[in-house]
């Protein structure tokens, strides 16, 4: 089992090392959400993330997904159902 620990730019499908891409995989992410000026772009940021989530899914990748998120649009602009497992505050935010 290897951990590899990414940043959000390099998680573009193309971007992931070529000994990944056709592992199964965990996805733990904090996506963008709260400061306003630091989301200025998570419309396009949600979708291509429910891109390589669905991407990986059908290819038969994903193990499973887990995303911090206080934003409501979140799984509007995913596309892909989500739900609630915990909540809990993250610098005073509630996710």
């Not at 959400?33 to 940021?45: F, H, L, S, V």
Request: one cysteine or more.
């Amino acid at each position: 089992c290897d951990v590899v620990f990414r940043h959000a730019p390099e998680l573009l499908p193309g971007a992931l090392p070529e000994r990944l891409r056709r592992r199964q995989c965990v996805i733990l992410t904090n996506v963008p959400y709260g400061n306003k000026a630091a989301c200025r772009n998570t419309g396009r940021i949600y979708a291509q993330f429910g891109r390589l989530v669905r991407g990986a899914a059908e290819q038969g990748r994903l193990r499973a997904a887990y995303c911090v998120s206080a934003r409501e649009d979140f799984q509007r602009q995913t596309g892909l159902e989500w739900r609630t497992e915990l909540r809990f505050s993250n610098g005073g935010i509630w996710v």
